[in-house]
Structure formats: C-alpha cells, structure tokens
C-alpha cells in the first residue's frame, strides 16, 4: 500500500523524525487559511498523489504569501498529474500539502528498503538527492551506499558512523543524521514497511536534519497487524483485480503474463511462480488463499483470472491443510467457472486433505481439467497449454 507524502511524514513525525510544518488542503481557499497558520518566509504548495516524481512533473510550487498559495492550490487541485510512477494516464489530485518551504544547506538521499531478493532489510544514500535523484542514480548506479540492517534493527555506532560518513553526512551534522538513522529503522519495522524513502533529506546550516519529502510503502500482507492503517487501506487506489481479491481475503498481486496460478499459501505460492519462470512461462499472478477464505470467496478470486484476457491457461497446486480443504478449491472452482464465459483450460494439482473428493468433483462437474500428481509435469503441461498445445 503506498502512503502519499502527508501521511508518510504524519508516521515519521510520530517516530521523531523532523519535518517541516504543514497541513493538507482539499481546496484553494483551505489551503491559503493552511498558509497563514503558518510563520515561515516562503511555502511549498505539493500535489498529493501516490506516486513520485512530482516536482520534475510541475506537482510542486513555491509561494511567497498565502494568497499566492490560494494560486497556486487553484491550479494543481482537480489536475490530472502524470509522472514517471503513475504512467501514462496519471493520477487525479485531490489535495495539496502545503508546508514551510526548507533553505538547506544539502540535500541527501535516504531510504530504508526490503531486499526482497535476500531476504534483509538495507538502508540506501546518496550524497545529493532531490528531484533529479532517480535520473542521476540511473547514470551512476555507484553513487549509491547501503548498509544493511541486523534482524533485530540494533544497528552498530560504528557502522552507521561510516555510512554518513560515506554521504557526507559529518561534523554538527553526524548525531543527527544517527539519531535519524535510529528512527528511520524503528518507524520502518514497527509498520511492517518495504519502503520508507526520504528524498530529500535537508542538512541544514546548524546542522540538523529534516525531511522535505517522503514516501512509504506498507506490505499488504501485514496490514492484519496494523488496525491503524485500516481507513487509509481502504481509501488508497488499487486495480480492480487486487480490490476484488482483497475484499475476499485474498492475497492477489497482478503480474504480465498468460497463466493464471491459483495456490493456497504465500510459501507455495511463490515456489510456483518461480518453477514456472524457470520453466520458461510468465505467471499472470500471485495469489495467496488465506486459510478463512470461503469457497465464495475463493471463487470471486479465481473470476478476476477469467476477466483477464491475457490468462490463456491456469494452473492450480493446493494442499489441503486443516481449514482450507482441496474440495473448498475444487468448489470454488466450478463455481467461478459457471458464472464466466471464459473456461480456459485448467492443468490441477491437489494434495493433502480431501485431494481425492476434491479431483471427484472437478471430473463430476465436467470442468476442463487435466489432473497431475507431480508439480513438474503440471508446470510443463500448463506452459505448453498456454502456449496452444491442445
């Protein structure tokens, strides 16, 4: 779940983090009242989206009076703002944050990040940030530092003492940047976060730090945790696939290509998806059974499969464990078949609990099915189907 940048900041500032004061506005005249509550010599007026690379895409001003901010709130709300990260239809801004505009000294890219490939959560800097940060960073992939973080997130003195060192982060300004490294961490585990990035991050002239921007990413999976997080989860945009399968305790990440998966299991999930990568086909998805899903649910899950045009096969790989059957999936499965005009063929696998009632039903209901006991074969069947073998 992506945080706009009010709401990222709203978090760090509970942690400790230093931000400039502000206030969200939802109209022209709100934002000028937002302003002159307000004691500074200059503001920042910042559509609010949830994306990046707004200041490169006109989606932040600069005004010298409140009334100038009432201006400049005029044009940006109702605006369809198009970044590099929303695409090529853009998003709509419904608000704008209006904050004292910062006169630092530096900027400094910052950022806490999930490794999703190791396994470890790692902090990453550079010495300049700011809004051509990506673009440099793409230029010169060297530019950036990382130190990874310990499971625990006891990071030692001396190690983060030679990352800030390594971003220029020194003399008045080295305890602060540690003490924000500090927060930064614990802000970022205790929400369960895959990405907190700061961008950027000011050096003032006596030396403290603060955060002009920010951003945040939530795992969806761990939002079970976090009840805090239940309002903004419900307001923040998502496609139609992943909105469906949410509201049927579904885990669903839609993905590029033409076979549709269907595995109970975030561990099984993932190992499926992997062996058919390597096998040379394109999943259409990840999805994730959760244990209390009904067969209803489950059904309406399998139907965002049959909506996508893309989907030319689907594989399914369950294990019946204790509350999620093998026959719950296979019911599951006729159902959503029978509601859809789209049947594309099925390559099934089930084992454990009920696998041999559930392979009944799918041979009873007359579903379009081939059943497979080992994964490898059906990995290599289901490619090959969606590929037009008949």
């Known amino acids: 779940m992506d945080l706009p940048e009010y709401q990222a900041k709203e978090i760090l500032a509970q942690y400790g983090v230093t931000v400039p004061e502000g206030a969200l506005a939802r109209s022209a005249v709100e934002a000028e009242n937002r302003a002159r509550a307000i004691t500074c010599e200059k503001f920042a007026v910042k559509a609010q989206i949830h994306a990046g690379g707004r200041g490169l895409a006109g989606g932040v001003k600069f005004a010298a009076t409140p009334s100038a901010v009432r201006d ?12 590099e990260q929303t695409g090529p239809a ?27 490939r190791k396994g470890v959560a790692q902090l990453f800097g550079a010495p300049e940030g700011g809004v051509a940060f990506e673009e440099s960073a793409r230029a010169d992939p060297g530019m950036l530092e990382s130190l990874e973080v310990p499971r625990d997130g006891d990071l030692s003195g001396v190690d983060v003492a030679g990352f800030l060192d390594r971003l220029g982060i020194d003399g008045a300004a080295a305890p602060h940047g540690a003490a924000l490294i500090a927060k930064l961490v614990r802000a970022a585990t205790e929400t369960d976060a895959l990405l ?6 000011a050096i003032l002239s006596d030396g403290q730090v603060v955060a002009v921007d920010a951003k945040m990413v939530i795992d969806d999976s761990a939002l079970y945790r976090h009840p805090e997080f239940e309002d903004i989860a419900r307001a923040a ?5 992943e909105r469906v399968a949410r509201e049927n305790d579904i885990n669903f990440v839609k993905m590029d290509g033409d076979i549709g998966v269907v595995v109970n299991g975030a561990g099984l999930g993932l190992a499926t998806n992997d062996m058919l990568i390597d096998a040379g086909g394109r ?7 959760r244990t209390t899903a009904t067969s209803l649910q489950i059904a309406r899950g399998i139907g965002v499969l049959l909506e996508d045009p893309a989907v030319r ?11 999620t059957v093998c026959d719950t999936v296979a019911e599951a499965i006729n159902i959503a078949y029978s509601r ?9 696998r089930a084992a454990g609990q009920n696998a041999s009632w559930a392979l009944k039903i799918m041979k009873d209901r007359r ?13 290599k069947r289901v490619i090959a189907l969606a590929k037009g073998a008949e």
């Open 340 to 348: 859809s005009a789209r049947k594309p063929p099925i390559v099934f």
């Open 72 to 83: 400049a709130a005029e044009v940006l709300i109702g605006m369809r703002l198009v970044t």
């Open 196 to 201: 907190v990035e700061i961008n950027p991050l």
């Open 313 to 323: 096969a689907i594989l399914v790989n369950v294990h019946g464990g204790g509350m």
């Open 367 to 379: 579903l379009p099915f081939e059943p497979h006991d080992d994964i490898s074969g059906a990995v």
């Open 237 to 241: 945009p998502r496609d139609k696939y």
């Open 283 to 289: 999943p259409a998805n990840f999805m994730d059974i």
């Open 90 to 116: 853009g998003e709509e801004v419904d608000s704008v944050w209006v904050e004292a505009a910062i006169d630092n000294r530096r900027n400094i890219y910052i950022a806490f990040v999930i490794d999703e």
